[in-house]
């Protein structure tokens, strides 16, 4: 299948803390996109990468496309309360019809 | 405003009865979807639409009947629907020729009881 294995499934941190969560898949992509969901809204694109092995900041958060093109990682520095939500990777092929599908999730809780 | 908008943003509805979800985009978009959202579970492509064709049906059970009068709009009519259809109902909007934008509403909290 082209199902998206994302770890963890939630993580509690301290306000201040370096948070790193990841993404793998079975096939390889073309471009890897990481989606932040707040509680009570729809995802939100919040980065996209295109090159195997790109690495591409938006503020505190990074992220970087694997030499394989089969995972990817997230982290987010010096994590604050509003970091708080559910972050999806999705991968995106265009051309098909189901161009976008989403990983499970990792639950994020920061605690003061 | 997220430029996609849900309504109703919840909803309780007895399993005999009818109701719709509606979606409504100002984007400029020609792509539309109905994803669904359960706890624990990957987002879900239901339907999508391309210029107000649905061109993906995800093996969604009768019982969900999407509408797409124009690019504008779309719509999720439900009817005799089951409790384990309780789910958060994410509608998204795209440019079929910008690949993966694609905006997303807020969502309806639909419990079936």
């Known amino acids: 299948g082209q199902q998206l294995n994302q770890s963890p499934q939630s993580m509690f941190i301290q306000e201040g803390e370096d948070v790193s969560m990841n993404c793998t898949s079975s096939s390889i992509f073309n471009t890897w996109l990481w989606y932040k969901q707040d509680p009570g809204e729809g995802p939100v694109l919040l980065i996209a990468l295109y090159k195997a092995g790109e690495l591409t900041s938006n503020g505190r958060l990074t992220a970087q496309f694997g030499i394989t093109r089969k995972d990817s990682f997230l982290n987010i520095s010096a994590s604050i309360p509003s970091d708080v939500g559910i972050y999806f990777c999705a991968k995106y092929r265009p051309g098909s019809a189901r161009q976008l599908t989403f990983g499970s999730g990792t639950q994020l809780t920061v605690l003061p | 405003e997220t430029g996609v908008t849900q309504t109703p943003r919840h909803l309780v509805m007895g399993m005999t009865n009818k109701k719709s979800l509606k979606c409504e985009q100002h984007?400029?978009?020609?792509?539309m979807y109905w994803y669904k959202q359960s706890a624990k579970k990957p987002l879900e492509l239901m339907f999508v639409?391309?210029?107000?064709?649905?061109?993906e049906n995800n093996s969604v059970p009768s019982r969900f009947s999407p509408e797409c009068p124009n690019s504008s709009h779309l719509f999720l009519h439900l009817h005799t629907l089951q409790p384990e259809d309780s789910a958060l109902y994410l509608c998204?909007?795209?440019?079929?020729?910008?690949?993966?934008?694609?905006?997303f509403g807020s969502g309806t909290r639909l419990t079936v009881v």
């Open positions: 998204a909007s795209s440019r079929l020729d910008r690949g993966y934008g694609y905006t």
């Open positions: 984007l400029g978009h020609n792509a």
């Open positions: 639409y391309n210029f107000k064709e649905q061109t």
